[in-house]
């Protein structure tokens, strides 16, 4: 599966991105949620990956664009944020995700939760 992760959080993108390739996925990133709609445009991911709390940009803004993209409308959206409120999985949702995983992501489940909400997506 190609994934595109967008987090303003360098560190964070290396340990998302390791997990997935260990799992046999493909990854690209951005740190810049207000450069990242182009990127994602360009990589045509099967999933994205968006962290809710980013500068510029944010995580609900960023699902709002690429929710109004019709060639990504129906690409799965994961959000990732260290808020575990159901406040912000809901508000995540209204704005287009198709799912929320909180952080810190744990390693030995991550890419399966992504899977599973991605519903498998080659």
Same mark, same amino acid.
């Given at each position: 599966?190609?994934?595109?992760?967008?987090?303003?959080?360098?560190?964070? =993108? /290396?340990?998302? /991105?390791?997990?997935? #390739?260990?799992?046999? $996925? #493909?990854?690209?990133?951005?740190?810049?949620?207000? &450069?990242?709609?182009?990127?994602? *445009?360009?990589? %045509?991911?099967?999933?994205?990956?968006? !962290?809710?709390? *980013?500068?510029?940009? @944010?995580?609900?803004?960023?699902? @709002? #664009?690429? &929710? /109004? =993209?019709?060639?990504? @409308?129906?690409?799965? =959206?994961? *959000?990732?944020?260290? &808020? @575990?409120? !159901? $406040?912000? %999985?809901?508000?995540?949702?209204? $704005?287009?995700?198709?799912?929320?995983?909180? %952080?810190?992501?744990?390693?030995?489940?991550?890419?399966? /939760?992504?899977? !599973?909400?991605?519903?498998?997506?080659?």
């Amino acid at each position: 599966m190609k994934i595109f992760i967008v987090d303003d959080d360098y560190e964070a =993108i /290396q340990v998302m /991105q390791a997990v997935l #390739e260990s799992a046999g $996925h #493909e990854v690209n990133s951005n740190v810049s949620g207000a &450069r990242a709609v182009s990127a994602v *445009m360009a990589t %045509k991911p099967d999933c994205i990956i968006i !962290d809710l709390m *980013m500068a510029a940009l @944010d995580g609900l803004d960023l699902c @709002d #664009e690429i &929710r /109004q =993209i019709s060639a990504l @409308d129906e690409t799965p =959206i994961v *959000m990732v944020s260290a &808020r @575990d409120a !159901d $406040h912000w %999985k809901e508000k995540a949702v209204e $704005h287009g995700a198709s799912g929320y995983i909180t %952080k810190p992501i744990d390693p030995a489940t991550f890419a399966g /939760q992504i899977e !599973d909400i991605a519903g498998g997506a080659n």
